[in-house]
């Protein structure tokens, strides 16, 4: 793959991640609220995975993250550019929106209950709310409870430069292949809440992200890859199978139905989807539509702004009407949606794009590739 390309439909699986994502919060989960509706329960069997979607931003970050750093890897300007350019594209909204949260309540006197937090701040101000939250099998939040997987991100790329820069790509295989195969052993020695937040347990996905990215920069296992490329796709239809049983067998998070196997399944289907991606031009053009795609560009945004425009629309509305209806609420998330998208896409322009430009000031080196568009963050930080 060549460094000098930037590729569009990437943007679009990410339009895929934040969009499951939504419609996991946004609908499926207001649907809990019309237990008894048969039709509800139906739809609720659907989109029992769709919080998998930061799943997807797990392997899609490992891939163009750790993509970067292996083509940076060489160059004299190294450590300080990744770090100065991810606090330009990670701190100024993480921050702002943190803010807010913990501003508004001292400014209201009488606080509502979806304002609350129970993790005190300098969890957030260093990215470790996750353990926080592992230790008392609680988000602490209903507006930063996301919040979790950027820091999930953030503390893996605090090691990932020192292990591309110093390890060799061979023993690097050795590294991804520890990580893919720990991550669901370790899961099974925690508590499920702790399994599903803690950077450690997550692993195999970014793992399996970062295997991508390696893949796609050795010339010879490539074109291997490219030459196989109908056994990516069989191996595609056969982990989706694999999933859908996991999906009928009513599997959600905080269980180990498979033994800390489950979240590992979904992280090789994403996986394969990436690559699959990359090697077809069918699902390229798929992914590469432009509604996929701006949801890809905004999805940082998105990410951190869609609970706190939904819970807000939801107290507009509790202020006219105390008691909406279950299908009431569906149209708040709804609105609260298309509110959320709006401050992204304005995020985005006016804040988050000059804050990367900026940031792009600091090279890894004079070569083109070094100004290519940094990818976005997840969720997932991407």
Request: proline content about 6%.
């Amino acid at each position: 793959m060549s460094k000098f390309n930037r590729i569009p439909s990437l943007d679009g699986i990410r339009g895929l991640a934040i969009g499951l994502v939504l419609l996991w919060h946004g609908f499926f989960f207001p649907l809990n609220f019309l237990p008894h509706h048969p039709f509800a329960s139906r739809l609720m069997a659907l989109g029992r995975l769709s919080w998998s979607g930061v799943d997807l931003f797990f392997v899609l970050s490992g891939f163009l993250i750790g993509g970067i750093l292996l083509d940076a890897s060489h160059s004299k300007s190294y450590f300080a550019p990744f770090y100065v350019r991810r606090a330009h594209r990670i701190i100024p909204l993480y921050a702002t929106v943190v803010a807010i949260v913990f501003l508004v309540p001292l400014v209201l006197r009488n606080s509502p209950s979806w304002l609350a937090n129970s993790i005190p701040l300098p969890y957030y101000l260093g990215l470790l709310q996750n353990f926080w939250m592992a230790k008392n099998a609680a988000y602490g939040s209903h507006l930063l409870g996301v919040t979790w997987s950027l820091a999930v991100e953030e503390q893996f790329y605090l090691t990932l430069p020192l292990t591309i820069r110093y390890i060799s790509r061979s023993r690097l295989w050795w590294v991804i292949g520890g990580m893919i195969a720990g991550a669901p052993v370790l899961r099974l020695l925690v508590s499920p809440f702790s399994g599903y937040v803690l950077m450690p347990c997550r692993m195999d996905a970014l793992g399996w992200g970062l295997a991508a990215a390696l893949m796609t920069r050795d010339v010879k296992l490539w074109e291997v890859v490219c030459q196989r490329r109908k056994w990516v796709y069989l191996a595609l239809g056969g982990t989706l199978l694999g999933v859908v049983g996991l999906l009928l067998s009513g599997f959600t998070p905080f269980t180990k139905s498979l033994f800390g196997l489950e979240y590992s399944l979904l992280a090789l289907l994403y996986f394969l989807l990436l690559l699959s991606t990359l090697l077809n031009g069918r699902l390229e053009a798929v992914f590469s539509m432009r509604p996929l795609r701006h949801l890809g560009i905004i999805a940082y945004g998105l990410y951190l702004l869609h609970f706190p425009c939904i819970s807000a629309v939801q107290a507009l509305v509790i202020l006219v009407y105390a008691g909406p209806s279950g299908w009431a609420k569906l149209g708040i998330s709804f609105s609260g949606l298309v509110l959320a998208t709006l401050l992204a896409t304005m995020s985005w322009e006016y804040m988050e794009k000059p804050l990367i430009k900026r940031g792009h000031g600091y090279r890894y080196s004079d070569e083109p590739w070094a100004l290519r568009h940094d990818p976005m963050p997840i969720l997932s930080g991407r």
